[in-house]
């Protein structure tokens, strides 16, 4: 019966993709349409205003960077052409290249570059400490411009080139005009891909043509440098929320991609002679994030946010949401472990899991059992089941756990909010990050300067110092020596917590698509051809 009852569910998951996908237009007979189903529903067109990483996806199918990062992580041109660098390292000039357009057919030009830039600077963590040490951009010409420092700053291209969220893309300079945090609604850009925003259905597909218009470089594709070579016609990303329905649909071949399979549906894909499973990237691609806000009670004092340390026993997360131990390790760096800068200070009390020690120290700091509002997402496949264990660890602990169920897209909108908690605000939610983390300058979440931080808030001068000489140091020895002492001062701080670190694999039907780009953190769609 069992069995039977399985059958069923897979295919009635299998009908109702169908029906999903058969209800959009169809496209015309020679065209090239690529589906995948991505990891979460795109509801946001501003890739700036906030971190969440299918906005980010959007944002490099739609706009384009000055610098991309190859696949070693290294900073390369892109929609810069020449560049160099004063001997006293002051005074960057960039030149753009060639044939660089908007969608709607202007040229890019450096006003447009420097308007973005600004925007971006003033938001994005990263972007702020770059910014920190810039006393001016200045424009030569339309195609060329100046970054003129205070002093030498040796992060300039890796902060151009970062990957993860919040990313330095290049908009028209009357959108990059929109103060950064409200949201541009426009989704213009000179990227590879122009989004079709009049068949956008938040909740059930957003759809991208071929940018006709753009001018791939010559280099080779490498991971978000290189020739960003469109191939397809159309791309669609189809939301379909339930994991198996979406599995059942790449099986059937109605969906191409699937972005993010959960860990306990791969020996069903990798046992279907049409579906090949690829791991992304030469570093770990995913990043667990336990964020706390520090502007509200309980954990507006180190001392609570020091106790949530003995709440996360990261094998219990990622039992949970990757399951199998070929793809996950234990990580308690706020740096990307398997990178040159991770570390393992502090590791005794980052993972000491022990629920009655957290309750006793959060009592010994005054927890007198006041509500603890935890943002749980419903809806999303890796976010959802960490935060179910986050949830039982608290209570097991005996916190006054206050869980407010709602889908990511109205997570991301509330942690935005600075309200306390019983107006609408929040104490803590789970999220993931990427490849960023392995660099303490470029990761938004580790940033704390104050009400320019990352939602939560963090706000410690002596951190925001230690990136700041991370980010001047000369020599790999030197910045090992700096990121010790940025992890023993994050311990103290606790902008947020690690519960672990994985490898999310992506499935697509290999009867049908060729030429996936690996990349780390941020899915691309350039390079792939599709049969059809």
């Known amino acids: 019966m069992k069995n039977s009852l399985t059958a069923l569910r897979a295919a009635l998951c299998a009908s109702a993709a169908a029906a999903l996908i058969a209800a959009a237009p169809a496209p015309a007979a020679a065209e090239k349409v690529l589906r995948a189903t991505m990891h979460a529903d795109l509801r946001v067109l501003d890739p700036i205003w906030t971190t969440q990483t299918i906005a980010a996806i959007h944002g490099m199918l739609v706009y384009d960077t000055l610098f991309g990062v190859d696949d070693n992580l290294e900073p390369q041109p892109q929609m810069v052409g020449d560049y160099s660098v004063s001997e006293d390292g002051t005074i960057y000039s960039f030149t753009l290249r060639d044939g660089l357009m908007f969608h709607d057919g202007s040229p890019v030009t450096t006003e447009d570059v420097i308007a973005s830039l600004e925007r971006w600077g003033a938001k994005d963590q990263s972007g702020k400490a770059l910014f920190g040490q810039v006393d001016r951009l200045e424009k030569v010409d339309d195609k060329t411009f100046k970054m003129i420092l205070k002093a030498p700053y040796g992060m300039v291209l890796d902060t151009l080139g970062k990957t993860g969220s919040s990313l330095p893309l290049i908009m028209r300079a009357e959108d990059a005009a929109t103060d950064p945090n409200e949201q541009i609604t426009a989704a213009i850009g000179s990227g590879p891909f122009r989004m079709l925003k009049d068949e956008w259905v938040p909740g059930s597909k957003a759809v991208y043509v071929k940018n006709e218009d753009y001018v791939p470089r010559d280099e080779p594709p490498s991971g978000f440098a290189g020739r960003k070579e469109v191939k397809i016609d159309?791309?669609?990303?189809?939301?379909?929320?339930?994991?198996?329905?979406?599995?059942?649909?790449?099986?059937?071949?109605?969906?191409?991609?699937?972005?993010?399979?959960?860990?306990?549906?791969?020996?069903?894909?990798e046992g279907t002679p049409e579906i090949e499973v690829m791991k992304t990237g030469t570093v770990d691609s995913h990043w667990g994030t336990l964020r706390i806000n520090h502007l509200h009670p309980p954990f507006d004092k180190p001392e609570m946010r020091q106790a949530m340390f003995h709440l996360v026993n990261q094998e219990d997360f990622m039992r949970s949401v990757v399951g199998n131990p070929e793809y996950y390790r234990d990580c308690h760096s706020y740096i990307v472990c398997g990178t040159p800068y991770s570390n393992d200070a502090k590791s005794d009390l980052i993972g000491d899991y022990d629920p009655k020690k957290a309750l006793e120290k959060m009592k010994a700091a005054g927890y007198k059992g006041e509500p603890i509002t935890v943002l749980a997402a419903t809806d999303h496949h890796t976010i959802t089941p960490a935060t179910q264990v986050l949830l039982n660890a608290m209570r097991e602990a005996g916190l006054n756990v206050d869980a407010q169920s709602l889908d990511w897209g109205s997570v991301v909108a509330r942690r935005a909010k600075k309200e306390k908690p019983s107006e609408g605000g929040w104490n803590i939610f789970v999220t993931t990050s990427g490849a960023a983390s392995a660099n303490p300058v470029i990761n938004t979440w580790l940033g704390a300067g104050c009400e320019k931080a990352n939602v939560g808030w963090p706000c410690d001068e002596e951190l925001e110092a230690l990136r700041t000489e991370f980010a001047f140091a000369r020599t790999v020895e030197e910045r090992k020596a700096v990121a010790r002492r940025i992890q023993e001062r994050a311990a103290y701080v606790v902008p947020y917590i690690n519960w672990g670190q994985w490898t999310q694999p992506l499935a697509y039907r290999a009867d049908k698509v060729s030429g996936i780009v690996p990349v780390t953190g941020v899915t691309v769609f350039w390079n792939i051809d599709k049969k059809e």
């Open 234 to 269: 159309r791309l669609e990303l189809v939301w379909i929320p339930d994991p198996q329905t979406a599995m059942q649909a790449l099986i059937a071949g109605e969906i191409d991609i699937l972005e993010q399979p959960p860990i306990d549906f791969l020996p069903i894909l």
